[in-house]
């Protein structure tokens, strides 16, 4: 298996400007995470779909983020418009369903690098 | 909102020298995982730990998890370059299917 797949590895803009990160799961996975990771804050959970559904949505930072997962091969986030302080590496992660739910391992991606200028 | 402390934030240490770092919380978890984290890649899991006082060993590697499953370590015994790297923990809560994380602790072994 290729494992979790996001692109693009690296994205640079300027603020005020559209930011699509793309995730691809592994296949066969029920849930997806998406996280944002800094040196200040660490790793933080932004949305988590179960299914192709968002389940929890509670750690997306305001209105300027937006996620999709319209089938089970794929997910965006999306930052519209981009400022400054969203530079971060963006994660995604995947797992599957089944047993005892925290005890499964969460499978990550290489993650997005972004700066916005 | 579930915190889980790491410390300390940043060792440096020489190759072979024994090591312990911690993860704490307020928080009861219903498990505690390890993730290990190198530059430009994801976290990838070493460890799950579900019953307060287990230990699990993963060859130079020693998990604990606290009594009351509020805690846990990491030692690492005779350390070498390969285990330089961002060290996570991440607590979960029963059906929730979430992972807090913690901040890490970054490991440095020089040769």
């Known amino acids: 298996d290729a494992g979790v797949i996001q692109s693009p590895r690296h994205e640079v803009t300027e603020m005020g400007q559209e930011v699509t990160l793309r995730c691809k799961p592994i296949s066969g996975h029920d849930y997806l995470f998406w996280y944002r990771q800094t040196m200040m804050r660490g790793l933080e959970l932004l949305i988590y779909f179960n299914n192709n559904v968002p389940i929890d949505d509670s750690g997306m930072p305001e209105d300027r983020f937006s996620a999709k997962m319209p089938n089970a091969s794929f997910s965006t986030l999306k930052i519209q418009p981009s400022e400054p302080r969203d530079s971060a590496v963006y994660f995604c992660?995947?797992?599957?369903?089944?047993?005892?739910?925290?005890?499964?391992?969460?499978?990550f991606g290489p993650g997005t690098r972004l700066t916005v200028l | 909102t579930q915190l889980l402390e790491q410390s300390p934030q940043f060792l440096s240490i020489q190759e072979g020298e024994n090591l312990t770092v911690y993860c704490n919380s307020s928080s009861v978890f219903s498990s505690l995982q390890w993730y290990r984290q190198e530059p430009g890649e994801g976290p990838v899991l070493l460890v799950t730990?579900?019953?307060?006082?287990e230990v699990k060993k993963l060859k130079r590697l020693t998990f604990q998890f606290g009594d009351a499953r509020k805690d846990s370590s990491l030692h690492i015994t005779a350390a070498q370059p390969g285990d330089t790297g961002l060290y996570l923990c991440?607590?979960?809560?029963?059906?929730?299917?979430?992972?807090?994380f913690g901040k890490g602790t970054l490991l440095t072994v020089n040769p």
């Open positions: 992660a995947s797992r599957r369903a089944g047993g005892l739910s925290s005890y499964n391992e969460q499978f």
């Open positions: 991440a607590g979960g809560q029963g059906s929730n299917y979430k992972l807090t």
């Open positions: 730990v579900v019953t307060g006082g």
